[in-house]
C-alpha cells in the first residue's frame, strides 16, 4: 500500500524559507520509473505543478520557480525534501507530495493529504 | 509557457453522459491524465495516457485524444461524480495542469 505525507511549517514570514518533507511508505524511490512529485494548490484555485525527483535522482522543476526550488531525495529514510525561497504571500498554498511513475509518460498515481502553507502579508 | 484550456463548469443530469475538454497547442501529440478532486480532499487519478483507467476506478470514466483537444467522459453519471476535474500533460520536461472544470451534477 503506498502513502505519502506531507509535514512542514503551517506558517512561513515572507521572505523566509519553505522546507517541506514528504515522507513516503509502500514503495522505493529506487525502482525504476518511480518518482516523487510536489504540487501546491492556492485556496480555490487550480493545481499547479513545482517539482519532481526520479529514481535515477534526475530532477526537474517548474521554468516560472526554478530559481528558488530544490528537491532532494533520502531513500534510506524515504523521504523526499522541497525547498523554496523567498516565500511570498501569493505562495500561500495546500503542497501536495505525490508518487510517480513513468512508462509511455509520467502519471501522479497516488497523493498526500497535502499540507497548507499560509504566508502572511 | 504552455497553457491547458478547460471550461471553468459543467452541468449534467443523473444517469446522463458528461463532457469535460481540455485544449492546448499540440495536445495531440502528447498523452493527458485526467484528475478528480473532491472539496478538501487530495486529487485522485481518473485517466492516464489519455484513456487508461487506473485500478479501482470505474468503467463510466473514460478518455480521448482528438487534435488538440482530450476528453474526459462520464457516462451514467452519478451524484458521487460532482468534484472539480483538472487535466494534465506535459510539454518540454514540465508538468501543466489545466485550469479545472467543476462538474455539477443536478
Known amino acids: 500500500q503506498i502513502t505519502l505525507k506531507e509535514s512542514g511549517p503551517t506558517l512561513v514570514k515572507p521572505t523566509q524559507t519553505l522546507t517541506l518533507t514528504c515522507s513516503f511508505s509502500g514503495f522505493s524511490l529506487s525502482t525504476s520509473g518511480v518518482g516523487v512529485g510536489w504540487i501546491r494548490q492556492p485556496p480555490g484555485k487550480a493545481l499547479e505543478w513545482l517539482a519532481l525527483?526520479?529514481?535515477?535522482?534526475?530532477?526537474r522543476y517548474s521554468p516560472s520557480l526554478k530559481s528558488r526550488l530544490s528537491i532532494t531525495r533520502d531513500t534510506s529514510r524515504n523521504q523526499v525534501v522541497l525547498t523554496m525561497t523567498n516565500m511570498y504571500p501569493v505562495d500561500t498554498a495546500t503542497y501536495y507530495c505525490?508518487?510517480?511513475?513513468?512508462?509511455?509518460?509520467?502519471?501522479?498515481?497516488?497523493w498526500g493529504q497535502g499540507t497548507l502553507v499560509t504566508v502572511p502579508s | 509557457s504552455y497553457e491547458l484550456i478547460q471550461p471553468p463548469s459543467v452541468s449534467v443530469s443523473p444517469g446522463q453522459t458528461a463532457s469535460i475538454t481540455c485544449s492546448g497547442d499540440?495536445?495531440?501529440?502528447?498523452?493527458s491524465s485526467w484528475y478528480q478532486q473532491k472539496p478538501g480532499q487530495s486529487p485522485v487519478l481518473v485517466i492516464y495516457q489519455d484513456a487508461k483507467r487506473p485500478s479501482g476506478i470505474p468503467e463510466r470514466f473514460s478518455g480521448s485524444n482528438s487534435g488538440n483537444t482530450v476528453t474526459l467522459t462520464i457516462s451514467g453519471t452519478q451524484a458521487m461524480d460532482e468534484a472539480d476535474y483538472y487535466c494534465?500533460?506535459?510539454?518540454?520536461?514540465?508538468?501543466?495542469f489545466g485550469g479545472g472544470t467543476k462538474l455539477t451534477v443536478l
Open positions: 499540440k495536445l495531440g501529440d502528447k498523452y
Open positions: 525527483i526520479y529514481w535515477d535522482d534526475d530532477k
Open positions: 494534465q500533460a506535459w510539454d518540454s520536461g514540465t508538468a501543466w
Open positions: 505525490a508518487h510517480s511513475l513513468t512508462t509511455v509518460t509520467t502519471r501522479f498515481d497516488y
